[in-house]
């Protein structure tokens, strides 16, 4: 299994021919994959999911799933039809075994709604949070860790990957941030992750081996 990271919060998972994106928004370049089997949104924020970024995938692969929270489905219900998930629901999409963590987004402010939130699990192996400190109770091997959001602060994205305790993350949700706030948050993030594992960081069209 591969993943690749695009802009901020866009991943796409590959195994064998078959692809799996995750969370298409608004900052990610546009997505021209083929060979897409589904679309998985953690939550409604256009720095996730927007319409013309979703229609442009299932264009390309008319048969592809799209899978996400009520929220999502809600959004998007005038385009394209949603499988809502939410906390401790599972789906198989081709190669992809899915599972489900988690129900609402971090706090922003008191005066911004707070929205559903629902990471990922892929293949046992690799899980997005979305935007949310989410822990599964499963152990995670690779950990997809936001580093720059409204709703973060440093500390607690380092307490945050200290308990899910990953064997490898790379950094992502980074597009709020400077070259020079990048550098920073990375720092944290690796003095979180090593020594105990291994941080990677992955620019926009680079991947990683699972």
């Avoid at 999911?49 to 999502?72: C, F, M, S, Y």
Wanted: some cysteine.
């Amino acid at each position: 299994m591969e993943v690749t990271k695009l802009e901020h919060a866009c991943q796409i998972v590959t195994e064998g021919t078959a692809r799996l994106v995750i969370d298409p928004g608004g900052f990610t370049r546009p997505v021209d994959t083929e060979g897409v089997v589904a679309v998985v949104v953690t939550h409604e924020h256009p720095d996730h999911v927007t319409p013309e970024q979703l229609r442009r995938i299932l264009d390309r692969n008319p048969g592809a799933v799209v899978i996400g929270p009520a929220g999502v489905a809600r959004l998007l219900q005038a385009d394209v039809p949603v499988d809502v998930v939410t906390d401790g629901d599972h789906r198989t999409i081709g190669p992809f075994e899915l599972s489900f963590h988690g129900t609402r987004h971090n706090l922003i402010h008191s005066s911004v709604p707070v929205v559903d939130n629902t990471g990922v699990l892929v293949n046992g192996r690799l899980f997005h949070p979305g935007d949310s400190y989410t822990i599964p109770d499963v152990p995670v091997e690779v950990l997809a860790a936001p580093v720059g959001a409204p709703w973060l602060k440093v500390a607690e994205m380092m307490d945050y990957v200290l308990a899910v305790a990953p064997r490898r993350a790379y950094p992502v949700h980074e597009a709020t941030l400077s070259d020079t706030g990048y550098g920073m948050h990375t720092a944290r993030l690796r003095e979180a992750v090593e020594p105990d594992g291994v941080l990677e960081i992955l620019r926009p069209g680079e991947s990683l081996t699972i």
